[in-house]
């Protein structure tokens, strides 16, 4: 194999690499979302911890700036979640430290379970 033709392989090879892997983010497919609740070797549901950052009752919804999520395989950021009811959101209030266990139930990210810390 010649250098050039070497060199076109390599070229070609990165391209279709990096397109791929704009694609996995642009759709969060490289998060692995999975549908159901992962449990600690004790047992116990996988809690993330983070801090509110808006809450919209009105609509079941809550932005929390988060660590990794890692029954959802998310890297940590700032996002909106679904609440699985409202009353989850009563006695919350913007800049409460928090723990919650996020599911991905029919591609909607969804805290069905917090607490203050």
Do not use: C
């Amino acid at each position: 194999m010649n250098y050039k033709t070497l060199t076109l392989t390599l070229l070609l090879g990165l391209a279709t690499q990096t397109n791929l892997q704009a694609e996995e983010m642009m759709h969060h497919e490289g998060h692995e979302m999975s549908q159901t609740g992962e449990m600690s070797e004790q047992g116990a549901m996988v809690m993330t911890k983070g801090v509110i950052t808006r809450i919209d009752a009105a609509n079941g919804k809550v932005g929390i700036k988060h660590e990794a999520i890692d029954n959802l395989k998310m890297p940590a950021m700032t996002m909106v979640f679904r609440v699985a009811a409202p009353a989850l959101l009563k006695d919350l209030k913007v800049g409460d430290a928090v723990r919650f266990h996020a599911e991905n139930p029919g591609g909607k990210l969804t805290i069905t379970q917090i607490q203050q810390q």
